[in-house]
């Protein structure tokens, strides 16, 4: 689908396919850039803001995979969005906070396993760094590569490779306690 | 390895802390020692795919567009993208808030902090109880609204258009009334009036507005916290009365505060520019980045300050730069609609922390959060919170 639109677009939009890769994606996009501000607001507009400009990029030419290139799109967008925020503080360098709230939903299970399950995933959760933690957002929920990954967050896969060992690593420690 | 005396159940796994790590990272090793696992103990198959299904349930951040929303925005974006090409020119739109005619204020209408302390040495932090859902009056009637996020858009034409994570309505009010949107403890809400202007409505606060603004003035009154992105109008100021003073903005962004029991308010503006007019007549004016308290008689303006410390609620979280417990746990449980019991002396509440807070639903992993940055403990009965030193 997103070769068809990678075609159309290039010799003039086509809109269902556009509409398509809205459908498919939006709500990716909704629920992680809810992780990096909790207004419902500022994810819908900056997600309003990557499928505007996607709209208008020429040259996709050099995306592999486009589920990766929206949400680094998203990523970047909100990192702009609270920079221009913070004007009146240049002093601050600009970091993205990503939160995790994790839910279980309750088909399958008793509400003992799911109480079980909801504690010891917040404690894992809790143990690791913020940047840990949006590592295993992307690969847990959004089901994407190292490589992918790393796209995303601007850093190596190797980087990658080795924040996800330094996490294992910890949650082994603390099960050796 | 041991004798196993029996075979593994599902729930077994379940409490496995290498299969939890497994069904989260997926990393290669573990990828590999579960295959081999399988392999060594293929009667397991059927618990461990079992395991697997329950863990399924297991979401982080499950967030998803709720009713209209995903299509508005879609509605939005087509809009948005026909407008530019329409007009030959290409432009990154953000129809947030990078607008270039916005004032975006804070008013803190600052909530003193309420300590009771009832007979035994035992504290108490309870919010000021009035409604228990978030109330809409107009006319003469009140409107109930029980969803915690409910948010409301006046229409030029009279008509209000209500929303929240189940439904969305449309109220006919009428273009000559005056509304009043009441805010409990434990809620927040989210108001555009008729000129477009965005209100984020913080717990524990009060709204009085016109449905649609006159032709001469815009104006409208607060009690309570708000954060305001005004829209700019040349030919129309717009007005914020509180009880302490008055705002009047030029455009801008910004956030105030006022408490009409300790008498205390503050101002912080974010961007454009506003002046306050005092209770005594006197008008301050106030730049981007400066915050106004306002003491009684008294005021102070202040330049030094870190504006997202005063803004972030809006943005579902606290951040606290060396503030007292006790300041916190009024927040909290205004912001929740709990009341915390804290059995130490009063000392341990002015104890003072640095630190952001990220107000998730659950107000359990909030706690986590709080309790760790204090070194305290806590455990929760319904909507009473007992905290204790972590000596105890």
Known sequence: MFNLF???????????????????????????????TASREDCMDAIHDVFYKLYFTK??????????????????????????????NPIETIKLS???????????????????????????????SEHQREIVYLRYMQELEYEE????????PESVRKQVYRALSTLRRLVAL | MSEQKHTPSSKDFLQNDQFIEWRLFKSEESERYWENYLLEHPECADALQLAIRKFEMVKVNNNDFV??????????????????????????????IAAAFIAAFILLLSFGDHLKIPGKKEIVVAPPKSHKNITFYANGEGFEFKQGDT????????????????????????????????????????????????????????????????????????????????????????????????IIVHGTSFNTNTDLEFSKGSVVLVNGSLSVKTLEDQTIQLNPGQLLTINGTDYEKRTDINVEEYTCWKDGKFIFNVAPLSTMLNKISRYY?????????????????????????????VMVSLTTMTSTSFSRKGKTIFISGKDN
């Open chain 2, 67 to 96: 009713d209209h929303e995903k299509t508005d925005l879609y509605d939005r974006l087509i809009h948005n993208i026909y407008r530019n090409k329409y007009r030959h020119r290409l432009a990154y739109v953000s129809a947030g």
């Open chain 2, 151 to 246: 948010r409301f858009e006046l229409l030029p034409d009279g008509k209000m258009i209500v929303s929240d994570s189940m439904r969305r309505q449309t109220l006919n009010i009428g273009t000559k009334t005056m509304g009043k949107l009441v805010v409990p403890a434990g809620k927040r809400s989210f108001l555009t009036l008729s000129d477009g202007s965005r209100i984020w409505i913080n717990s524990c606060s009060e709204i009085e507005f016109p449905s649609v603004f006159s032709a001469e003035k815009r104006e409208m009154t607060v009690h309570g916290e708000i954060f305001a992105e005004i829209n700019r109008d040349e030919t129309k100021q717009f007005l914020v009365h509180t009880s302490l003073f008055h």
């Open chain 1, 149 to 156: 990954i790393g796209q995303i967050l601007n850093i190596h």
């Open chain 1, 6 to 36: 990678r075609q159309k677009n290039s010799s003039g939009s086509d809109e269902r396919t556009y509409a398509q890769l809205y459908r498919q994606y939006a709500k990716d996009l909704f629920s992680y850039g809810m992780g990096f």
């Open chain 1, 98 to 128: 990503f939160q995790t709230d994790v839910t279980v939903l309750d088909s399958l299970i008793s509400e003992e396993e799911r109480k079980l399950m909801f504690c010891k995933v917040e404690k894992l959760l809790h143990s690791l």
């Open chain 1, 59 to 88: 040259d996709l030419s050099s995306v592999r995979n486009i589920k990766a290139y929206l949400l680094s799109s998203l990523r970047n967008r909100l990192l702009d969005i609270a920079r221009n925020k913070k004007k009146t």
């Open chain 2, 337 to 365: 609609d709990v009341s915390f019991r804290f059995d130490q002396d009063l000392t341990q509440m002015e104890k003072k922390y640095s630190g952001k807070l990220y107000l998730s639903e659950n107000i359990d992993s």
